[in-house]
């Protein structure tokens, strides 16, 4: 079991920056692929951007590229995500979630879920 828990969200201007981490105290993930997802009001859980286990590869939605960056640190047990032009359309709660193989973009291949945490973006 992995238990992961994310952090840096929070309320914040069009225009502006947060960068969110996901850490896994006590247990090594290095060998897991991490993911950020994440669900607005009514709307499904949807990919965000993930990056393999060695963090050498690294995919993004259409929405997220050229704004969000993806890295993990494998010694610190965390994942981070940098979030730069946010926009009222990023508003959702953003989840990290791990997974050993299948398709980086489906939350059914993943076995590892965090709480979440909410980003609000005002316009």
């Known amino acids: 079991q992995v238990q992961l828990v994310e952090s840096g969200g929070g309320l914040v201007q069009a225009g502006g920056s947060l960068r969110l981490s996901c850490a896994a105290p006590?247990?090594?993930?290095?060998?897991?692929?991490m993911g950020w997802f994440r669900q607005a009001p009514g709307e499904e859980r949807e990919f965000v951007a993930a990056?393999?286990?060695?963090?050498?590869?690294?995919y993004y939605a259409d929405s997220a590229k050229g704004r969000f960056t993806i890295s993990r640190d494998n010694a610190k047990n965390t994942v981070y995500l940098q979030m730069n032009s946010l926009k009222p359309e990023d508003t959702a709660v953003y989840y990290c979630?791990?997974?050993?193989?299948?398709?980086?973009?489906?939350?059914?291949?993943?076995?590892?879920w965090g709480q979440g945490t909410q980003v609000t973006v005002s316009s």
């Open positions: 979630a791990a997974q050993y193989k299948g398709a980086y973009y489906s939350t059914s291949t993943y076995h590892y």
């Open positions: 990056i393999n286990w060695i963090g050498g590869s690294t």
């Open positions: 006590g247990r090594p993930f290095s060998c897991y692929t």
